[in-house]
């Protein structure tokens, strides 16, 4: 749960700071014996996850301010130089107060705007559940070294009932605040952790208010949701009840093979390699299959994504794999692998005699009885 929380404040975007009137203006308090003229850095953080400078300022009598222009919420980080931690502020027009010790700047209170008081209200809720967690955690570590298995278990339940606890107070807490920051900050993740679906999130998001949906978070949530549609239409025309896209490609012998040419009453387009372990430890299982339904109209079409034509040729005799070969050796730049949608191996797709994809990445006993199944 720590991890969440840590993670969730590493995403980003703040402007460059200056004195305009109109921007934040953020004054700090700082107790804990902070020298004067010792250094505050305003940062943000790269496409690397890696904070950077981008104003700084200094401590006098234990206070600092700092001011900056910003157009809509945003996230920024406080650190003091030389001391560990640091402390998230959402950059907004307005006076934001922040108060820390010097040694647990992690713990800082900040308030004064809308947007602030909204982020810190989650991190305080958010930061009981973390406690919850690790003090778990902690039990069932102490449980572990002693070899006390049945209070493990019992802490092992307690512990996911804890997690889907605290996923449940995230979506709730968006639902509650559409006009935070925060919000959109943790559909954005959810979409990237896929803890939350598509649709779901498109809900989430159309409820966001106008100015949340003007912030880099927000508009990133809407980049996702559209290349989720467009890979859902795009796996549409490989869905089981679709007909196979068909394709080409160049065999081992240098010749051109199609998927029509290859056809038989049952085919199966077998996405493998030669470095796909996985795919060898399958190998053993297929060859049996073909051998046992090849001669009943059973065909197939191996696509490998090779990218060296002596490896893919050389598993190929290891294997035994006597039948049609296709590949460019382009690893998963593979014209027919982004055809079919493949990001992983193996995958396989079950054509009937029409070529309509009846069933998809079965091994072992279940693709044996499948195939026995179509050609009966």
């Not at 921007?23 to 250094?39: H, I, M, P, R, S």
């Not at 240098?254 to 399958?282: H, N, Q, Y």
Request: glycine content about 6%; aromatic content about 8%; hydrophobic content about 40%.
């Amino acid at each position: 749960m720590k991890k969440i929380l840590l993670s969730l404040t590493v995403l980003v975007g703040v402007v460059a700071c200056n004195s305009k009137p109109e921007g934040f203006v953020l004054n700090g308090t700082l107790t804990g014996d902070v020298e004067n003229g010792t250094q505050i850095f305003i940062r943000k953080i790269d496409e690397n996850n890696q904070p950077y400078d981008i104003d700084t300022t200094t401590v006098e009598n234990g206070k600092f301010t700092i001011s900056g222009p910003v157009d809509s919420p945003d996230l920024m980080y406080v650190f003091i130089d030389k001391v560990q931690g640091y402390t998230p502020v959402v950059a907004e027009k307005g006076e934001i107060e922040l108060t820390a010790q010097k040694d647990s700047l992690n713990f800082a209170k900040v308030k004064g705007t809308e947007q602030n008081n909204i982020f810190f209200n989650y991190l305080s809720e958010s930061r009981a559940l973390s406690d919850q967690a690790m003090s778990i955690q902690r039990d069932m570590q102490n449980a572990n070294m002693g070899g006390n298995e049945a209070t493990v278990n019992s802490l092992r339940d307690e512990f996911a009932e804890l997690q889907e606890e605290f996923k449940n107070f995230e979506l709730n807490f968006i639902k509650n605040n559409p006009n935070g920051l925060i919000s959109a900050l943790l559909i954005e993740k959810g979409i990237g952790t896929r803890i939350i679906e598509s649709e779901e999130a498109q809900k989430m998001y159309d409820a966001l208010t106008p100015e949340i949906k003007e912030t880099l978070p927000a508009k990133n949530i809407l980049k996702s949701l559209e290349a989720a549609k467009a890979r859902e239409e795009k796996g549409k025309s490989t869905a089981i009840g679709a007909t196979a896209p068909d394709f080409s490609g160049p065999t081992p012998d240098g010749k051109e093979l199609s998927l029509k040419e290859a056809m038989g009453k049952v085919t199966i387009i077998d996405f493998w390699a030669a470095w796909c372990k996985p795919c060898r430890v399958e190998n053993p299982n297929v060859v049996n299959i073909y051998n046992k339904y090849h001669s009943k109209g059973l065909n197939i079409i191996g696509v490998s994504l090779d990218r060296k034509e002596e490896d893919w040729k050389k598993a190929i005799a290891d294997d035994k794999l006597s039948w049609n070969h296709i590949s460019s050796l382009d690893y998963f730049n593979d014209a027919v692998a982004k055809l079919y949608n493949v990001e992983a191996i193996p995958a396989t797709f079950i054509l009937d005699e029409n070529g309509v994809i009846v069933a998809k990445n079965l091994r072992g006993p279940e693709l044996e009885s499948k195939i026995s199944e179509l050609l009966q």
